[in-house]
Every structure is written in structure tokens, then in C-alpha cells.
């Protein structure tokens, strides 16, 4: 669909109101509707969006496999992160309260690490399946060059 | 508060949080080496765990501990008691004999660059299965159940044979109806309770047990649970997702998936809604009693005509079970301390058995090959080619069997003495002969592996001693170590069997 004149520039134009809505939604999530897990939805089919209009392989260069595995596993270290601070903080496992003397903003502060876990692992999760599904032509093709163990 | 204190406060959290962190982390580390390292390390730190808290437990009853410090029965809360901690010795102890073996054995069955995934998807599920076990809450029990079993079905889909992703597929299929009652059940409990706290549920079930939602939950609960036990007719997955499934895989779930799932039964049964509802007022007792029978005779009848080893024991497994079932069906003290002491002994001795079956898969692969499925005419005077390996099937068979001296024999005893307190003399005889069916199929393995001829194809020469590497072999020993010293020494599992037996029995 890269020809399509239109589709690209409204493409363009909105995708990064996708993103930014995406991290309201993240950032307002202590306060309002939202969360670590809509946000992060909302990012990954902000890029997903952009495959579609401008294809996998140009997607796949502006955010790479590497990247992707590496947020997957580093949301949920954060979000365990902050639970293991608590722990050597004195507290037990995902204990807020400790975070600060106060424990209102403790509790906030905690709670604004482990969303943003969320949303980290989520939207890089999202968009890990798609590439999945999306590259299913290619894979195929590359499981038949290397053909699997049949008795 | 220094730094040991803490961790000694914090393990309850640790036993959980170490695998579910180290998941991530070994997906960072991108090499195979260094993943097999820290999920080595980790394992051992689990079973460390599980051995402090057994022995906290043991000194000072049951411990609580309170997620992120919010006071039960708002925040959710992680509770150890005897059986808690008796149940993650089991599983980490296992993980701890599996890891080590997994090397040897991951490298002929997986392909290498999928060796880090499975080391992630063995922490996860490790990580589901203990945080099952010592989880107080009932919506955190389903998370862990869905955390476990999701990693499950990644674990038998990485097996080479293609049926492999079928059974995982069938066993998805499966496990999700069963992980779908399962909240449903609880769903309902909540509905009626307004917790899901299990203990604070089960003071407050005791003005509405018998209302109807009540009665929903537990049959959508009785249910789901059974599917995932496998429990006689809602079994169907078990045999080709044991079968299937890469060796160290089915040795780990055959020693614990399944063991878990009759924790989580016993758990609601006894400490929810307690025994009067479950055993007396319901015809549950019989039905289960009907099922677990089935299960003892044609469970064990289709092993003895299997081809394939693997799915002989899987089918061997599912008869187990009956036993396990049986005695919960009973009610007495006996009856579920056999219930809870045969979750360890069969654990072992089939983990056992699924990790020498493991490397027999080697040794009958040609070199550089594909390994092929263990079917019995490839195993034809397979003795002569790995005695050790041979000799240790026979040996955690005879636990199968129940031949006194083995811990099998333990679970029987005590299955007998239940059936005898009841006068049911009948049921006296259907555990003996159902005993006899394993005999039948373990004497066909000696059969073919002792006394049969090699096959003639001269790939392998009949006379080449070909037995598997020491760091399968010894993994795989110590756990038919460990099941002829808790049939002679019964103290620790018959004492905490029988303990936690007559609280759970008499506390209602």
C-alpha cells in the first residue's frame, strides 16, 4: 500500500498522535482511565499501523527483533524490579510503601514503575506476535529449507 | 534489618520471584551456556528455599506473608503450611534433578537455538508451579495455574516429533476448558464470599455451604481441576503430551503438573469448603471412587499394549493417579495421607523412569540423528547396551508395582490399611490386582530389554556398551535412590502425610 498517496499521509499524520495518546494513556493511568497494558496496546498498533501503510521490513528497521526481545524481558524486570526494591528496602515483595518517607508518593512511585513494566512488555509483545504473523510467508519458506525430524 | 534477615523474612516471596525473574533475564542473556548456568543456580536456590521454609514451617507452624504489605484479606496473601512446604520440596527438587540432566539431553532432542527459550519456559513454569503451591488466594492460584500451563504447552511443543505440537495443541484445547472452570468455580465462590482469601473464604463459606452457587462452584471447580489432573475419563491429553514432549519435559511435568493439580483439589476440598459438604452431604466420595477404580484397571490395562515406552508410563501415570484419587475418596486419615505421600513417592519414582527413558532415546539414536521414538522393537536386548539405564527402570518399576522395600509400597500399605478401616475387603483385592497389571508391563520392558536379541541392523553393534552420559544417569539414580530410602524410611514423608492428614481431616 506504499503508493497510495493518501493513505500514506494521513498515515503519517497520525501516527504520532497514536504514540502520544499512547503515553498519556500510560502516564495518566494513576489518575484516570488507562493503564501500563491499554497503553501499550495503543503503542504497538501505532507501529503496526505503520506496517501496514509502509511494509515489514521498513517497520522491522525502525524497531528491530532485537529491541523488541529486549523490551519483553526488560518490562517484566522492571515490574519485578520494583518488587525486589521493596524487598531491600525492608518491606515485602511490590511493598510501595517503602519506596519514599512518604508513603503516599511511595505508593505512587511504585505504582508509575510497575505500569510503565506493563506497558513496556505489552506493546512489545503486541508487536512481537504480529511480526510473527506477518513473516509466516517467509517462515514457511525457511522450514522447508530445514526440514523438521519426522519418524 | 540485615541483609540475611530480610531474605529469611522474604523467602516465601523468593520461592516464586527468583525463577519469575530469572525467566527475563535468561532471555537477555541470548547464549545457551549461560542460560543452562542460571537456571542451574536458580534451581538449586529453589530448593535451598524450599528446604528453609520446610524447616521455618517445622519450627514455627505455618508462615504468612503479605504481598506488597497490604493485610490479608484486601492484598493477597502467600501461605506455607506443612503441606505447602512438603509440595515445594517436591517441585523444586525435581527441577533441581531435571536442570542437570537437561543438557545432555536438550542437545540431541532441540535445536540449538531454541535452547534458551526452553530454559525461559521452564523457569516460568517452575515459577507457575510453586507459586500454585504456596499462593493463599484464590484468583492469584489461577493466575499461577494459567502461568504454569501456558509455559506448559510451549515445553511439549518443542519436542522434534510433529505430533508434538498436536498434543501441545490438544493439551491447550484441554487445559484452557479446565483453567475456564476453574475461575468460573471461583468466580462463583467470590460471588458468594465477597474474598478470595482461602482461609478467610472458608470461614465465610460456613453460612452458605449449601446454597446452590456454592454447590456450582465446587462441581466447576471438581471439574476443571480433574482435567488438569487427568483424572480417568478427563485424561485424553496426557499420554500424547507426555509422550511427545522433549525427555526432560515429561520427566519434570510427570513428577509435578499433575501432583499439583491434586494439591490444588485437596486444598479446596479440605480447607474451603470443607469435608462435610465435599464427603457427606454430596455422592462425590462415590463417584470419585468409581473413577479412580477405572482409572487403576483401564489406565493400566492400556499401558501393558503401548509400543512406545514413553506412552506406556504415560498411561502409567494416569493409573497412578487413580491411586492418588482413591485415597482421597475414602475421607479417612489413612486414606489421604496415602493420597499425599504417593504424590511424592510416584513423583519420583516416574520422574525417574521418564529420565532414563530419556537417555535410552539417545542411545538407540544413530549418530548425528534425529533421536526416534522409544518403541519396544528398538529396545530389543537394549540391557546389554545400557545396564544402568535398564536396570534403573526395572528398579523405579518395582515402586510402580508396589514391592515392599520401594516407596510405592509405602502408598499401598497405607491405600490397604484405608479400604481395610472401611471393611471393604473388595477394594483390598482391586488394589492388589491392579498392582498386578503394572507388574505385567513392567516385566514386558525387562522382557524385551534383558532377554530379548539386539536387533540385526549393524548401525549399532549389539555388543557396544552405549549408555547414556553421567550427567543424565546420575540425576536420574538419585531419584531411585530416594525412592527405596523412603520406602524403608518413612519418617519424613509418612510423618508430615499423616500430620497434615489428621488436621485436614479433623478440622472441619
Known amino acids: 500500500m506504499n503508493r497510495q498517496l493518501v493513505l500514506r499521509v494521513i498515515a503519517k499524520l497520525m ?47 525502525a524497531v528491530p527483533d532485537s529491541l523488541l526481545d529486549g523490551m519483553i524481558a526488560g518490562g517484566v524486570l522492571l515490574y519485578g524490579g520494583v518488587g525486589v526494591a521493596g524487598m531491600l528496602l525492608g518491606g515485602n515483595f511490590l511493598d510501595y510503601f517503602v519506596l519514599d518517607a512518604d508513603t503516599v508518593i511511595g505508593q505512587h512511585r511504585g505504582i508509575f514503575w510497575v505500569e510503565a513494566g506493563v506497558g513496556i512488555t505489552v506493546s512489545s509483545v503486541m508487536l512481537r506476535i504480529f511480526y510473527l504473523f506477518a513473516d509466516r510467508a517467509n517462515l514457511t519458506e525457511s522450514e522447508r529449507d530445514h526440514p523438521e525430524g519426522e519418524r | 534489618m540485615s541483609f540475611a534477615q530480610s531474605v529469611s523474612a522474604n523467602l516465601p516471596a523468593l520461592q516464586v520471584v527468583l525463577p519469575l525473574l530469572a525467566a527475563p533475564l535468561v532471555l537477555l542473556l541470548r547464549s545457551a551456556r549461560a542460560a543452562f548456568a542460571l537456571t ?11 528446604i528453609a521454609l520446610w524447616q521455618q514451617v517445622d519450627a514455627s507452624g505455618p508462615i504468612f506473608y503479605a504481598m506488597g504489605s497490604w493485610a490479608p484479606p484486601w492484598g493477597i496473601g502467600y501461605y506455607v503450611d506443612k503441606l505447602a512446604a512438603f509440595m515445594l520440596v517436591l517441585v523444586s527438587l525435581t527441577a533441581a534433578v531435571a536442570v542437570p540432566y537437561s543438557r545432555a539431553s536438550l542437545a540431541r532432542e532441540i535445536p540449538a537455538d531454541s535452547h534458551t527459550l526452553f530454559y525461559v519456559m521452564f523457569l516460568l513454569c517452575l515459577s507457575g508451579l510453586l507459586g500454585i503451591v504456596i499462593t493463599g488466594d484464590a484468583f492469584n492460584l489461577f493466575v499461577f495455574l494459567e502461568v504454569s500451563s501456558l509455559s506448559t504447552y510451549v515445553l511439549i511443543a518443542f519436542g522434534r516429533d510433529r505430533r508434538a505440537l498436536v498434543a501441545s495443541y490438544q493439551y491447550l484445547i484441554m487445559g484452557s476448558i479446565g483453567a475456564t472452570f476453574i475461575v468460573v468455580g471461583v468466580g462463583l465462590l467470590y460471588l458468594m464470599t465477597g474474598t478470595l482469601n482461602l482461609v478467610d473464604m472458608a470461614e465465610r463459606l460456613a453460612d452458605v455451604r449449601s446454597s446452590r452457587p456454592v454447590l456450582a462452584a465446587l462441581a466447576f471447580l471438581t471439574v476443571g481441576i480433574s482435567l488438569k489432573l487427568a483424572l480417568f475419563p478427563l485424561h485424553q491429553w496426557l499420554p500424547n503430551a507426555y509422550t511427545y514432549a522433549p525427555s526432560v519435559v515429561t520427566a519434570f511435568l510427570a513428577a509435578t503438573a499433575t501432583k499439583v493439580s491434586v494439591y490444588v483439589l485437596i486444598r479446596f476440598y479440605f480447607s474451603v469448603f470443607g469435608e462435610s459438604l465435599v464427603f457427606h452431604k454430596l455422592p462425590l466420595p462415590e463417584i470419585m471412587l468409581w473413577l479412580s477404580l477405572l482409572a487403576m484397571f483401564a489406565a493400566n490395562f492400556v499401558a501393558i499394549f503401548q509400543n512406545n515406552l514413553k506412552r506406556l508410563f504415560a498411561y502409567s501415570s494416569v493409573a497412578q493417579i487413580g491411586y492418588i484419587t482413591l485415597g482421597l475418596s475414602f475421607d479417612s486419615v489413612n486414606g489421604l495421607t496415602a493420597s499425599i505421600v504417593h504424590l511424592f513417592n510416584h513423583g519420583i519414582a516416574k520422574g525417574a523412569i521418564f529420565l532414563l527413558i530419556g537417555g535410552i532415546v539417545l542411545g538407540i539414536a544413530k549418530p548425528g540423528a534425529v533421536a526416534p521414538a522409544p518403541t519396544f522393537d528398538r529396545l530389543a536386548g537394549l540391557a546389554k547396551r545400557m545396564p544402568l539405564t535398564c536396570f534403573g527402570i526395572v528398579l523405579a518399576g518395582l515402586s510402580l508395582i508396589g514391592v515392599p522395600g520401594t516407596a510405592g509400597f509405602v502408598t499401598k500399605w497405607y491405600l490397604i490399611l484405608a479400604a481395610m478401616e472401611r471393611g471393604q475387603w473388595w477394594l483390598v483385592g482391586a488394589i492388589l490386582l491392579s498392582s498386578l497389571l503394572a507388574v505385567a508391563y513392567v516385566w514386558r520392558f525387562v522382557e524385551t530389554a534383558y532377554f530379548r536379541a539386539p536387533p540385526a541392523d549393524a548401525e549399532n553393534p549389539a555388543q557396544l556398551r552405549n549408555e547414556a552420559p553421567l550427567s543424565m544417569l546420575v540425576p536420574a539414580w538419585l531419584l531411585i535412590a530416594a525412592t527405596f530410602w523412603f520406602g524403608l524410611d518413612t519418617s519424613l514423608t509418612i510423618g508430615t502425610a499423616l500430620e497434615v492428614a489428621q488436621q485436614l481431616v479433623r478440622g472441619q
Not at chain 1, 33 to 52: D, E, K, M, R, S
Not at chain 2, 40 to 50: E, G, H, Q, Y
Request: aromatic residues 18%; proline residues 3%; contains cysteine.
Open chain 1, 15 to 61: 501516527i504520532p498522535f497514536i504514540l502520544i495518546f499512547a503515553l498519556y494513556v500510560q502516564f495518566h493511568g494513576d489518575f484516570g482511565p488507562g493503564g501500563g497494558f491499554q497503553a501499550g496496546v495503543a503503542l504497538a498498533a501505532g507501529v503496526i499501523f505503520y506496517a501496514l501503510i509502509f511494509g515489514l521490513a521498513r517497520t522491522r528497521r
Open chain 2, 40 to 50: 542451574l543456580v536458580v534451581s538449586f536456590a529453589c530448593l535451598a528455599i524450599a
